[in-house]
């Protein structure tokens, strides 16, 4: 069974440019999760999506930071303009509902803002 | 707000030692999960041990236990046997028991880098 897919897996752009991460969650599984990773730091959750629809997204950056999940499966998070602060690790994460499942990670996206 | 705190930034330990990660947490509700998670260099996060905390037993798979203390809001991991493989980022989260909007968040210690010797 293939896991998560995050493409890219390294990403080198200049500030204020936009950039986009993709991910493919596992088959069947219906909840996606969008997390962020500093140095150094535990991952936090960005947004989380139940289907195609986002059921939390408190803290998601909204003046620069979008995602969709169009239908219901793969998803992209964008980055528009970049900033020297978002260089970080991006992981998505996926699991079939939510009550009791276990979450699965793919390996992220690392970001480079230069 | 729960929060996480793992007080060990690295530790050490020989090939085929016991070792024992620390992490304590801080919440208001009864009814939660705490995970262990283990991240090697390809940064992929993979479940090493779950605990609920209604349940008084400690869990264990295979190698690695945890050492659940509810009322001193501690939950550390054992890794007995260590190998060259256990080598890795560990990660100690939380989450709330209740279904619906941000309860399904996990949130994350800073990590502990464990290093095995040879």
């Known amino acids: 069974e293939a896991g998560v897919v995050q493409s890219p897996r390294y990403k080198i752009i200049e500030k204020k440019q936009p950039v986009a991460f993709w991910c493919n969650p596992i088959?069947?599984?219906?909840?996606l999760y969008w997390y962020l990773q500093n140095l150094g730091q535990g991952p936090e959750l960005l947004i989380r999506y139940e289907n195609e629809e986002a059921v939390d997204d408190s803290q998601l950056p909204k003046d620069r930071f979008s995602a969709e999940r169009l239908k219901g499966v793969d998803s992209t998070l964008k980055i528009q303009p970049a900033e020297l602060g978002d260089s970080a690790v991006y992981l998505c994460a996926s699991s079939f509902g939510t009550v009791n499942n276990e979450q699965f990670f793919g390996p992220g996206t690392r970001l480079t803002v230069l | 707000a729960q929060t996480v705190t793992q007080s060990q930034p690295e530790m050490s330990v020989q090939e085929a030692e016991t070792v024992t990660l620390s992490c304590t947490y801080d919440?208001?509700?009864?009814?939660?999960?705490l995970f262990w998670y283990k991240q090697p260099p390809s940064r992929q996060m993979i479940l090493v041990i779950r605990q609920e905390a209604y349940k008084q037993q400690n869990a264990t798979e295979n190698r690695f236990s945890v050492n659940f203390q509810k009322a001193a809001k501690s939950f550390s991991l054992k890794i007995s046997d260590s190998q060259l493989g256990d080598a890795a980022m560990y990660f100690c989260a939380y989450r709330r028991y209740f279904s619906g909007g941000s309860n399904y968040k996990l949130t994350f210690g800073k990590g502990t880098l464990l290093t095995v010797n040879p």
């Open positions: 088959s069947g599984h219906n909840t």
């Open positions: 919440t208001s509700e009864s009814d939660y999960y």
